[in-house]
């Protein structure tokens, strides 16, 4: 085993390991080299793995021996993982739509249950506004719901309507239900939140004039924040969670013919579909479990990486996590039941790829495993790894940073790793739970939970207190044996690998932090979200004319930049939205705040107002059904700015949330002013001014008795309420809220126009 000293010694391995990760830095920069990367990644990591095998295990007892070994097989699957991600994403097929020759007759499913109906609308304007022949294609509306309203909806939009007797199989049997009540060459599945573009057949159907072409997939996308995002304040920073799968790794799938249903934005072949005997209903994970016993009987499938619908992820960290466990334990039961491995008609690559899917949902219990590891050396005395600390920052810290690298790259900015170990982390002990209770009775009915769409957080709140436990109980021991750590490391006392578990340990602490910060909801006011645009509009007041730029849209209201503030005094404005394809939509709406962005700029949130059907129907086009503004480039933080962005998501913690509600933005104004109140009157200066309100300095130190009074502007007199005051260096500040002009209404308007 010399040459294996040799292969480890210094002069050998920091060599590599600088070589290596500066031919992954430089063709990172370079934008070239992915499977380069990904072999070099691989290898570091390998090396890394046969060293901890051969040299760090602790083999000095029993307890130590069972320790060191569980942590090197939690380790040994985090390997294993790299290895299947580098498989489907070594080389991604990047399709392009197929020209469309004929135009077979679609029928459209979209489920509903339980959920909103503005949700449910949205999603049918978007099916029955589609940019193919109108007489072939059909939009059904599946009510597991059973609700009379749901009808009423379906009727108003001319779509049809299939209701079933029982709930038998949940989404499974409903679309096994409607496949006997319908008869389209074609059958197109949205779930209720997901709004289709305009295109989405036009760009999917074409693929089916291949007869070996049995189902055709497209990216979900999200216009909501995750619960990663929402909950850590870091929109805008981290990409959705889910940007990984359905923007590399089914593409990559694809390559193979292993990219799978995935239970919404898909199209199947009706045909096939009763070949095999209508959805699979033995599993709660009906849409890859389908896929399996499509491929197995040799037919083909297409991704297009083209997002061409949009929808909403769960609003809360309960409901993300329920989700979560549902796929889990839907995997499970495809791997007991139907084992990807002996199920006969699969090639390799589709063994490989269906089995990468089982086995990612078995995370959980490595990184429990990971996370109190430490904890053995720190309070027990047991060491999971005997290794000297330069060798150990040597190794894995060239892996660790190579797969930093790596993943942002590869991932197309879309993920790093530094994020993924925190996803990991805050699902870890559910999914443990989970995948071991489902294999010990795998073939055992479970009830398909349906995840909660549409829900508004009105306030802030920690998940359900099952899932935050096990991470509160972990997050203690870890602060007690660091604690118990670092008065032995002190004291000097001899321990091995000391530093090493301490570092971990802390890492740890970070990660577990973060997961339960992820957990605490914060309040979302907004019931329908809006769409990010830049959408040219008009804004009309009486004579005037703006010109703004929609920044977010939906039928409810806008988010509008202008170049000067506009008065809430003057009534409700006139507002012309032109959409992407040149169409002008007028409406009125009322302004509900306002935020100066910039010296020259402010944003208005304008809330619509008297909107009917018809104008309605249109914003939710001009909103949701174009692709164009989906399709956008994501980078996701590097490594300095996810550190960065860890740092503000620690100095947020209990900060209150802050919800702006002012109309009116006041500007700075200085004129003399004479406040009357009930008992006396007193001389003072405007600070600031708007239509709504103003802001007033009174010399000296005053007591401001009684709520009322009347503030004169030479000829302007000005009906006030005060809200509240504020002592500063030898002067009042007193804000009022203006009730009304008493006297010189004209002057005032005059003034104020001045003024914006």
Same mark, same amino acid.
């Given at each position: 085993?010399?040459?294996?000293?040799?292969?480890?010694?210094?002069?050998?391995?920091?060599?590599?390991?600088?070589?290596?990760?500066?031919?992954?830095?430089?063709?990172?920069?370079?934008?070239?080299?992915?499977?380069?990367?990904?072999?070099?990644?691989?290898?570091?990591?390998?090396?890394?793995?046969?060293?901890?095998?051969?040299?760090?295990?602790?083999?000095?007892?029993?307890?130590?021996?069972?320790?060191?070994?569980?942590?090197?097989?939690?380790?040994?699957?985090?390997?294993?993982?790299?290895?299947?991600?580098?498989?489907?994403?070594?080389?991604?097929?990047?399709?392009?739509?197929?020209?469309?020759?004929?135009?077979?007759?679609?029928?459209?499913?979209?489920?509903?249950?339980?959920?909103?109906?503005?949700?449910?609308?949205?999603?049918?304007?978007?099916?029955?506004?589609?940019?193919?022949?109108?007489?072939?294609?059909?939009?059904?509306?599946?009510?597991?719901?059973?609700?009379?309203?749901?009808?009423?909806?379906?009727?108003?939009?001319?779509?049809?309507?299939?209701?079933?007797?029982?709930?038998?199989?949940?989404?499974?049997?409903?679309?096994?239900?409607?496949?006997?009540?319908?008869?389209?060459?074609?059958?197109?599945?949205?779930?209720?939140?997901?709004?289709?573009?305009?295109?989405?057949?036009?760009? !999917?159907?074409?693929?089916?004039?291949?007869?070996?072409?049995?189902?055709?997939?497209?990216?979900?996308?999200?216009?909501?924040?995750?619960?990663?995002?929402?909950?850590?304040?870091?929109?805008?920073?981290?990409?959705?969670? +889910?940007?990984?799968?359905?923007?590399?790794?089914?593409?990559?799938?694809?390559?193979?013919?292993?990219?799978?249903?995935?239970?919404?934005?898909?199209?199947?072949?009706?045909?096939?579909?009763?070949?095999?005997?209508?959805?699979?209903?033995?599993?709660?994970?009906?849409?890859?479990?389908?896929?399996?016993?499509?491929?197995?009987?040799?037919?083909?499938?297409?991704?297009?990486?083209?997002?061409?619908?949009?929808?909403?992820?769960?609003?809360?960290?309960?409901?993300?996590?329920?989700?979560?466990?549902?796929?889990?334990?839907?995997?499970? +039961?495809?791997?007991?039941? !139907?084992?990807?491995?002996?199920?006969?008609?699969?090639?390799?690559?589709?063994?490989?790829?269906?089995?990468?899917?089982?086995?990612?949902?078995?995370?959980?219990?490595?990184?429990?495993?990971?996370?109190?590891?430490?904890?053995?050396?720190?309070?027990?005395?047991?060491?999971?790894?005997?290794?000297?600390?330069?060798?150990?920052?040597?190794?894995?810290?060239?892996?660790?940073?190579?797969?930093?690298?790596?993943?942002?790259?590869?991932?197309?900015?879309?993920?790093?790793?530094?994020?993924?170990?925190?996803?990991?982390?805050?699902?870890?002990?559910?999914?443990?739970?989970?995948?071991?209770?489902?294999?010990?009775?795998?073939?055992?009915?479970?009830?398909?939970?349906?995840?909660?769409?549409?829900?508004?957080?009105?306030?802030?709140?920690?998940?359900?207190?099952?899932?935050?436990?096990?991470?509160?109980?972990?997050?203690?021991?870890?602060?007690?044996?660091?604690?118990?750590?670092?008065?032995?490391?002190?004291?000097?006392?001899?321990?091995?690998?000391?530093?090493?578990?301490?570092?971990?340990?802390?890492?740890?602490?970070?990660?577990?932090?973060?997961?339960?910060?992820?957990?605490?909801?914060?309040?979302?006011?907004?019931?329908?979200?809006?769409?990010?645009?830049?959408?040219?509009?008009?804004?009309?007041?009486?004579?005037?004319?703006?010109?703004?730029?929609?920044?977010?849209?939906?039928?409810?209201?806008?988010?509008?930049?202008?170049?000067?503030?506009?008065?809430?005094?003057?009534?409700?404005?006139?507002?012309?939205?032109?959409?992407?394809?040149?169409?002008?939509?007028?409406?009125?709406?009322?302004?509900?705040?306002?935020?100066?962005?910039?010296?020259?700029?402010?944003?208005?949130?304008?809330?619509?107002?008297?909107?009917?059907?018809?104008?309605?129907?249109?914003?939710?086009?001009?909103?949701?059904?174009?692709?164009?503004?989906?399709?956008?480039?994501?980078?996701?933080?590097?490594?300095?700015?996810?550190?960065?962005?860890?740092?503000?998501?620690?100095?947020?913690?209990?900060?209150?949330?802050?919800?702006?509600?002012?109309?009116?933005?006041?500007?700075?104004?200085?004129?003399?002013?004479?406040?009357?109140?009930?008992?006396?009157?007193?001389?003072?200066?405007?600070?600031?001014?708007?239509?709504?309100?103003?802001?007033?300095?009174?010399?000296?130190?005053?007591?401001?008795?009684?709520?009322?009074?009347?503030?004169?502007?030479?000829?302007?007199?000005?009906?006030?309420?005060?809200?509240?005051?504020?002592?500063?260096?030898?002067?009042?500040?007193?804000?009022? !809220?203006?009730?009304?002009?008493?006297?010189?209404?004209?002057?005032?308007?005059?003034?104020?126009?001045?003024?914006?």
């Amino acid at each position: 085993m010399s040459w294996l000293h040799g292969f480890y010694s210094t002069s050998v391995s920091v060599p590599l390991s600088l070589f290596a990760l500066a031919a992954i830095a430089l063709l990172s920069w370079r934008k070239m080299g992915r499977q380069i990367i990904l072999a070099l990644t691989l290898i570091l990591y390998a090396r890394y793995l046969l060293w901890r095998g051969v040299y760090t295990l602790n083999t000095g007892d029993w307890m130590s021996f069972l320790v060191s070994w569980t942590v090197y097989t939690a380790e040994a699957y985090a390997f294993v993982q790299i290895v299947l991600f580098a498989y489907h994403a070594w080389s991604p097929l990047e399709r392009q739509s197929v020209r469309l020759r004929r135009f077979p007759r679609v029928d459209i499913f979209v489920t509903v249950v339980d959920e909103p109906l503005s949700i449910l609308r949205r999603t049918l304007i978007g099916c029955t506004n589609q940019d193919y022949p109108k007489d072939r294609y059909r939009v059904h509306v599946l009510d597991d719901g059973r609700r009379d309203e749901v009808q009423s909806v379906a009727a108003s939009l001319n779509c049809g309507y299939i209701r079933r007797a029982d709930r038998q199989h949940a989404k499974a049997g409903n679309l096994n239900h409607a496949l006997e009540e319908t008869s389209g060459e074609v059958i197109a599945i949205f779930d209720v939140d997901h709004v289709p573009a305009g295109s989405f057949l036009k760009d !999917t159907v074409g693929f089916f004039q291949d007869e070996q072409v049995a189902f055709v997939q497209t990216p979900h996308h999200f216009y909501n924040p995750d619960v990663f995002q929402k909950n850590l304040h870091l929109e805008g920073v981290l990409k959705n969670e +889910q940007s990984l799968f359905y923007r590399v790794l089914q593409a990559g799938r694809d390559r193979h013919n292993s990219a799978f249903f995935a239970g919404s934005c898909g199209l199947f072949r009706r045909r096939v579909l009763q070949e095999i005997g209508g959805f699979r209903t033995e599993t709660v994970t009906e849409d890859i479990h389908t896929s399996m016993a499509i491929h197995a009987k040799g037919y083909r499938s297409c991704y297009l990486n083209k997002v061409l619908a949009v929808g909403l992820m769960p609003e809360s960290f309960e409901s993300s996590m329920r989700q979560r466990i549902r796929w889990a334990t839907g995997h499970v +039961q495809i791997f007991f039941q !139907t084992n990807p491995f002996t199920m006969r008609g699969l090639t390799l690559h589709q063994r490989i790829g269906y089995f990468a899917s089982i086995f990612y949902f078995l995370h959980g219990l490595p990184r429990v495993v990971c996370l109190v590891a430490p904890l053995c050396a720190l309070m027990f005395g047991i060491i999971p790894v005997t290794a000297d600390v330069p060798t150990l920052v040597n190794l894995f810290g060239s892996y660790y940073l190579a797969t930093l690298v790596m993943l942002r790259t590869v991932s197309r900015g879309t993920r790093n790793a530094f994020w993924s170990d925190i996803y990991e982390t805050a699902g870890s002990i559910a999914l443990s739970w989970t995948t071991l209770k489902t294999a010990m009775r795998p073939w055992k009915k479970r009830p398909f939970v349906i995840t909660a769409k549409g829900v508004a957080q009105e306030r802030r709140g920690a998940a359900r207190f099952s899932f935050v436990l096990p991470h509160l109980i972990i997050m203690g021991l870890l602060i007690a044996g660091l604690v118990t750590g670092i008065r032995l490391w002190m004291a000097k006392i001899p321990l091995p690998g000391l530093e090493v578990s301490l570092f971990w340990g802390a890492v740890n602490l970070i990660l577990v932090g973060v997961a339960i910060l992820a957990a605490a909801d914060v309040p979302e006011w907004r019931r329908i979200f809006r769409i990010k645009h830049r959408l040219p509009c008009e804004l009309y007041r009486r004579d005037e004319r703006f010109n703004g730029i929609v920044r977010d849209l939906n039928e409810t209201g806008a988010l509008i930049r202008v170049h000067k503030q506009l008065l809430q005094g003057d009534g409700p404005l006139r507002c012309i939205v032109k959409n992407r394809m040149g169409d002008r939509i007028a409406v009125k709406g009322r302004i509900c705040r306002q935020h100066e962005v910039s010296s020259t700029a402010v944003e208005i949130g304008l809330k619509f107002i008297d909107v009917d059907e018809k104008t309605a129907d249109s914003l939710v086009i001009a909103a949701f059904c174009d692709s164009r503004a989906w399709n956008q480039p994501e980078s996701e933080p590097g490594i300095f700015k996810s550190f960065w962005s860890l740092l503000r998501v620690f100095s947020r913690v209990g900060k209150p949330e802050r919800k702006s509600n002012r109309v009116d933005l006041r500007l700075p104004y200085r004129e003399r002013c004479l406040l009357v109140l009930a008992d006396r009157t007193l001389e003072g200066t405007v600070a600031e001014i708007s239509a709504t309100g103003l802001s007033v300095n009174i010399p000296g130190t005053v007591d401001l008795v009684g709520e009322n009074g009347t503030v004169n502007l030479k000829s302007i007199a000005l009906k006030v309420r005060r809200r509240w005051t504020m002592q500063c260096e030898g002067v009042v500040l007193a804000g009022f !809220t203006i009730e009304r002009v008493d006297k010189g209404a004209d002057q005032w308007r005059e003034r104020m126009s001045l003024a914006a």
